[in-house]
Antibody
Framework: EVQLVESGGGLVQPGRSLKLSCAAS????????MAWVRQAPKKGLEWVAT????????YYPDSVKGRFTISRDNAKSSLYLQMNSLKSEDTATYYC??????????WGQGVMVTVSS | DVVMTQTPVSLSVSLGGQTSISCRSS???????????LYWYLQKPGQSPQLLIY???NRFSGVPDRFSGSGSGTDFTLKISRVEPEDLGVYYC?????????FGGGTKLELK
């Protein structure tokens, strides 16, 4: 059974940093592209980042480019999202998801990030 | 960016009934490889989204045949027949053809 478990969320002040983690199990993590998707409170979904199997290729929307960095450790079956220069509009539940092409196959339960002073 | 517009925003349906959700994109979702990367997700209350339909009309593993997807180019439809209680929640269309990948605003399916 595929399992994705996010951690590392919490309350952080604007301008500060936070790093999210996602522990994967139940599939061969190193064979899959991975992604982060977020959902602001009571709002819709927004794709945040994608990383290739080796980690050599990453993709971001303009809203987070230059501030967020997606990375992975295949030996640990773990995905990460380093978030810098956080803004109030980054407040959201962050989901990690496995990818087949652009298809977001399986999602974690999500982790809440609140950016507030 | 590709804008995904879903209608209606909310929908009331009777158990056992049938309904449909529309999704329109601001540009064609046909990729240069010939595929159309349009997907449908359901987010049940308090849960993370789950994949229902991929590439317009293909049901994901374990998705009942009460769910069907259709469409082409910029106009897409999700149909749900014989609605069951576990079908309630918010439905999202999503395009993975053009970067940045984008989602529709969601359609909330409620019981009448």
């Amino acid at each position: 059974e595929v399992q994705l478990v996010e951690s590392g969320g919490g309350l952080v002040q604007p301008g500060r940093s936070l790093k999210l983690s996602c522990a994967a199990s139940g599939f061969t993590f190193s064979n899959y592209y991975m992604a982060w998707v977020r959902q602001a409170p009571k709002k819709g979904l927004e794709w945040v980042a994608t990383i290739s199997t080796s980690g050599s290729r990453t993709y971001y929307p303009d809203s987070v480019k230059g501030r967020f960095t997606i990375s992975r450790d295949n030996a640990k079956s773990s995905l990460y999202l380093q978030m810098n220069s956080l803004k109030s509009e980054d407040t959201a539940t962050y989901y990690c998801a496995s990818l087949t092409g652009s298809r977001l196959d399986y999602w974690g339960q999500g982790v809440m990030v609140t950016v507030s002073s | 960016d590709v804008v995904m517009t879903q209608t209606p925003v909310s929908l009331s349906v009777s158990l056992g009934g049938q309904t449909s959700i529309s999704c329109r994109s601001s540009q064609s979702l046909v990729h240069s490889d010939g595929n159309t990367y349009l997907y449908w997700y359901l987010q049940k209350p308090g849960q993370s989204p789950q994949l229902l339909i991929y590439k317009v009309s293909n049901r994901f593993s374990g998705v009942p045949d009460r769910f069907s997807g259709s469409g082409s180019g910029t106009d897409f439809t999700l149909k749900i027949s014989r609605v069951e209680p576990e079908d309630l929640g918010v439905y999202y269309c999503y395009q993975g053809t053009h970067y940045p990948w984008t989602f529709g605003g969601g359609t909330k399916l409620e019981l009448k």
